[in-house]
């Protein structure tokens, strides 16, 4: 290799005419961590990515073992052992930052494909093959999330490689680290059959529940990263005064204001022409709720209004979310159903029925749940889709037994008294059918708690109490 020094940074390159190429182009300098820029070369296209170094650490790393020229090192290992890669092209170090130059792969992620496909069985076979040959090979990527695989005329391809060890002996628990790593933003899509088949593809049957313990524990660890991180400049927080916008909502919600809608001891939400306004006597629940908000932003999930901005308390002043306003988008579930029930036929009922069932599994396989689940805190849309309401109470957890029954009876003691028996029991059926429980036990509780309560629901005109 022959190095150049080029705007700063020395580049070691195997090709001297890619020269040309980075004296021409907008090298990225990392000041949001990484970045990257593509670049065409010869008849194909290059990708050059930045890596930038902090503090005295940071500086000692680049010095001594650059990220830029493990990547590349590690790119060539991996292309030895007949595990796809970008094929490196040379590397590149600065003074507080280092760089990799990658043949450019014109793939999309895992992630992105497993959820526009059908063919999930071929893709986990794939996976699974693929998973086998790092094995085989010790390696350990410590990031292998789904977005670090690019799927490419038909083939996996392992990119993202600076953090990846080559260990001389492989243990199960680096076997469930690669695992667990890709797995936990795909396996929710999976019903149990798809999870055992993987499993069986894979060739260890045993290990499934190490690794979904492993899953919890990097799901749990990311959403407290992503909450510990609502109140900073993020590439998703965008940070004005005493505003903390969601990137790319800086322009929205300038309207003027409409009316108040609620106001009580804890909260007073105000209509505005292009915005909702919500602001919160306690600061506690205003953090959490940004927080929520913040992580749903992440994982690009719209079970909630969309939030433009949250204003933190200053003197004297309370703090406040501004979010979109559904208005005239749809009603509340127990003012759509006191509105809609009768009407509907019998075929409409259970299309309803089955769509609600959907959106609530959806949820729970993602493992998040609403600690106040009544009907006026589920938001139906004209055009059949489904939100949560007051996210200060959504969490994000897997659902327990405890937290279904309190669900179920939410629900069922706050929709009008005139939906059916039948269409009651057909919606527990559909939305407990997948989960391994005692249902008939959990119908009873539920039934018996209900029976205690009155049925109390915002109705289209007002405020309804029923007895059963």
């Known amino acids: 290799m022959k190095s150049y020094k080029i705007q700063g940074i020395e580049w070691f390159v195997e090709d001297e005419g890619l020269i040309p190429v980075l004296r021409n182009v907008v090298i990225p300098d990392g000041s949001h961590g990484r970045s990257y820029v593509i670049a065409d070369y010869n008849d194909s296209q290059i990708f050059i990515k930045s890596f930038k170094e902090k503090g005295l650490p940071g500086f000692i790393r680049n010095r001594i073992s650059s990220r830029g020229k493990r990547e590349y090192r590690l790119g060539n290992f991996l292309l030895s052992r007949s595990i796809k890669t970008a094929k490196p092209l040379g590397y590149g170090v600065s003074r507080m930052g280092s760089y990799i130059i990658q043949k450019w792969i014109e793939g999309r992620s895992l992630l992105t494909v497993f959820k526009e496909s059908e063919r999930h069985s071929e893709l986990l076979e794939m996976l699974a093959v693929f998973l086998n040959i790092l094995k085989m090979h010790h390696v350990r990527h410590n990031d292998l999330h789904s977005d670090n695989i690019l799927v490419c005329d038909e083939q996996l391809y392992l990119i993202d490689l600076h953090k990846t060890r080559i260990k001389a002996s492989f243990t199960l628990l680096d076997e469930a ?65 005493n505003r903390f916008y969601i990137t790319g909502m800086e322009s929205r919600a300038v309207g003027g204001l409409q009316r108040v809608i609620k106001v009580d001891r804890k909260i007073r939400v105000e209509q505005y022409t292009d915005h909702i306004r919500k602001t919160y006597a306690s600061r506690h629940r205003l953090e959490r709720a940004w927080r929520n908000h913040v992580v749903l932003a992440y994982m690009n999930l719209s079970i909630a209004p969309t939030a433009f901005y949250v204003e933190r308390p200053g003197d004297g002043s309370m703090g406040s979310i501004t979010m979109e306003n559904l208005q005239g988008k749809g009603q509340e579930l127990d003012r759509y159903l006191d509105g809609k ?24 396989r993602k493992k998040i749940i609403h600690k106040d689940m009544k009907a006026c805190n589920v938001f139906v849309f004209h055009e059949e889709g489904f939100m949560l309401l007051d996210v200060e109470d959504i969490r994000f957890r897997a659902l327990d037994e405890e937290s279904l029954k309190r669900m179920l009876i939410q629900l069922n003691t706050t929709i009008p008294r005139r939906v059916s028996t039948g269409d009651r029991i057909r919606f527990f059926l559909q939305f407990t059918s997948p989960m391994k429980l005692d249902k008939k036990a959990i119908f009873s509780a539920v039934v018996r708690e209900s029976m205690k309560r009155e049925i109390v629901y915002e109705g289209v005109d007002r405020l309804k109490r029923e007895d059963w």
């Open 177 to 241: 680290s690669n695992l667990s790593h890709v797995l936990v933003n795909i396996y929710s899509y999976l019903d149990s059959d798809e999870k055992s088949a993987f499993f069986a593809s894979y060739g260890n049957t045993g290990i499934q529940g190490l690794v979904e313990q492993e899953m919890d524990r990097l799901a749990n660890r990311w959403i407290r990263k992503k909450k510990e991180r609502a109140f900073q400049e993020t590439s998703m927080i965008v940070v004005r005064g």
């Open 341 to 364: 029930y009768d009407t509907m036929a019998t075929h409409e009922r259970r299309r309803f029925i089955a769509r609600l069932t959907d959106f609530l599994l959806m949820i729970t």
